[in-house]
């Protein structure tokens, strides 16, 4: 196990589409799971691509607080987080036109946080690490997650997808954007990936 260093913007590694991994089942990959489990914990993140640790390959992981889903508009009652999740080979289709703008935060981009406008419901898939078909439907903070991670599989990072820069701020005066956002994020929601 060894805690992998995370690439800042900046890195070309950041800005170039990945690859597909070629076999689920490399034991390479498998070792690269276990270094980025404990590269997310260790940042404290809610996800990881690995083209964040360098590793240019379609693989990303995630997760979602119960509590994160639970201060989710329009979540169903008593509907819980999302387990620790590992997709390879992502793919997501949007469903339906509407956006939703959320405060995002990003290892690779440290200090800053942003109001991203995302899909408020996609599908997506992918492969879990024994090589079995994960397909899913999100919507809220899950999606958005997703979308994240999936679009540094695409060298995309978040203020890419913004609309509004002056809603790029410092973590320090984050605070200033209480209820700022249209979805009603706030403050204490924010997660990084
Ligand atoms: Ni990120």
């Given at each position: 196990?060894?805690i992998?260093?995370?690439?800042?913007?900046g890195?070309?590694?950041?800005?170039?589409?990945?690859?597909?991994?070629?076999?689920?089942?490399?034991?390479?990959?498998?070792?690269?799971i276990?270094?980025?489990?404990?590269?997310?914990?260790?940042?404290?993140?809610?996800?990881l691509?690995?083209?964040?640790?360098?590793?240019?390959?379609?693989?990303?992981?995630?997760?979602?607080?119960?509590?994160?889903?639970?201060?989710?508009?329009?979540?169903?009652?008593?509907?819980?987080?999302?387990?620790?999740?590992?997709?390879?080979?992502?793919?997501?289709?949007?469903?339906g036109?509407?956006?939703?703008?959320?405060?995002?935060?990003?290892?690779?981009?440290?200090?800053?946080?942003?109001?991203?406008?995302?899909?408020?419901?996609?599908?997506?898939?992918g492969?879990?690490?024994?090589?079995?078909?994960?397909?899913?439907?999100?919507?809220g903070?899950?999606?958005?997650?997703?979308?994240?991670?999936?679009?540094?599989?695409?060298?995309?990072?978040?203020?890419?997808?913004?609309?509004?820069?002056?809603?790029?701020?410092?973590?320090?005066e984050?605070?200033h954007?209480?209820?700022?956002?249209?979805?009603?994020?706030?403050?204490?929601d924010?997660?990084?990936?």
């Open positions: 196990m060894a992998l260093k995370i690439a800042r913007m890195h070309p590694v950041l800005a170039r589409p990945a690859p597909p991994v070629a076999d689920p089942g490399d034991p390479e990959i498998a070792r690269l276990v270094d980025m489990i404990e590269t997310l914990e260790d940042a404290g993140g809610v996800g691509a690995a083209t964040q640790v360098h590793v240019p390959t379609r693989l990303v992981m995630f997760f979602v607080p119960a509590a994160r889903a639970a201060a989710e508009d329009g979540a169903a009652e008593g509907e819980g987080g999302v387990p620790f999740t590992v997709l390879i080979n992502p793919e997501i289709e949007p469903l036109e509407t956006m939703v703008a959320g405060w995002e935060g990003c290892l690779s981009v440290p200090g800053l946080r942003g109001l991203v406008p995302r899909h408020d419901h996609i599908r997506y898939r492969l879990a690490p024994d090589g079995s078909l994960i397909e899913r439907e999100a919507r903070f899950h999606a958005r997650v997703v979308q994240h991670e999936c679009d540094h599989l695409d060298g995309v990072l978040y203020p890419q997808r913004m609309t509004d820069l002056s809603r790029l701020v410092f973590e320090s984050f605070r954007q209480t209820a700022a956002a249209p979805d009603g994020d706030g403050a204490d924010e997660e990084v990936a």
